[in-house]
């Protein structure tokens, strides 16, 4: 199976990878040089293309280059996390060219990717999701169509919001209890047994903050994109929120930059003397 592949950060690398042990044949393109993918955007060209860009910019620009040199009917399914709106203008644009788009942002990492344990969150055709699903089953163990063209983007700006919004929380939390004397570890001990747990306290807050390894692979650049992205849906659809939006401002504070692990945010917050 021929598929084509736009972006090779270390989403875009461990899909790559991922791809090619299944026994794929990949085509992979970039446009920073040293990824070792082909030299033109137009070589990705195949029945089905991924793209793994950072923003909506770069998807549109993908786009431009690609469409031309696309086979008739091909899919082209966007890992990338957008707007929604982006999104539907994209389905919009790639359909009248002939050709399916499908907005699919993932879940899991490049550990996940690497795995082939991602979940796709899907938005559009249902007919073209079921040409795309022998490739995107590579990568993903979990494939959940949640409705037509941006609905995947929706789904995955309010699990990002979650994200940013539990870790936020528990690193609050972990520093009241820790200031009252009880040590982070025993605290995540009762909490992950308890009600209180959260994949920021079961998976986030052990394997990347309390270990002191920040290798999670999402940076905090990204983490504040997201997030950013999933206040100006709130706003679009006159659904302001509160608390999530106070643990939004939180992530804009200059102590954590672009590129450090997003998973410092709650570092930062577990160290945070109150006044």
Known sequence: MRIGLVGLGRMGGAMRQRLAETGAEVVAYDIAPGHGGVARLEEVAAPLVLLSLPDGKAVGAALAGLLPALPAGAVIADTSTISPLEARDFAARVAAAGHAYL????????????????????????????????????????????G??????????????????????????????????????????????????????????????????????????????DARLALELARAVGAEPSACGAAVAAWETPALPDDADFNRIAALLMQEERA
């Open 103 to 146: 907005d699919a942002p993932v879940s899991g990492g490049p550990a996940g990717a690497a795995a082939g344990t991602l979940t796709v969150m899907l938005g559009g055709d249902a007919a073209a999701l079921e040409r795309a699903r022998p490739g995107l089953e590579r990568i993903a163990a979990r494939i959940l169509h949640v």
């Open 148 to 225: 037509d063209s941006g609905a995947g983007q929706v789904a995955k700006l309010v699990n990002n919001l979650l994200v940013a919004t539990h870790l936020v929380v528990a690193g609050e939390a972990l520093r009241i209890g820790t200031a009252a004397g009880v040590p982070a570890e025993a605290l995540l001990a009762v909490v992950n047994a308890a009600s209180g747990r959260s994949a920021a306290t079961e998976v986030n807050l052990p394997r990347w903050v309390l270990s002191g390894s920040f290798d999670s692979g999402f940076t905090a650049g990204l983490m504040r994109k």
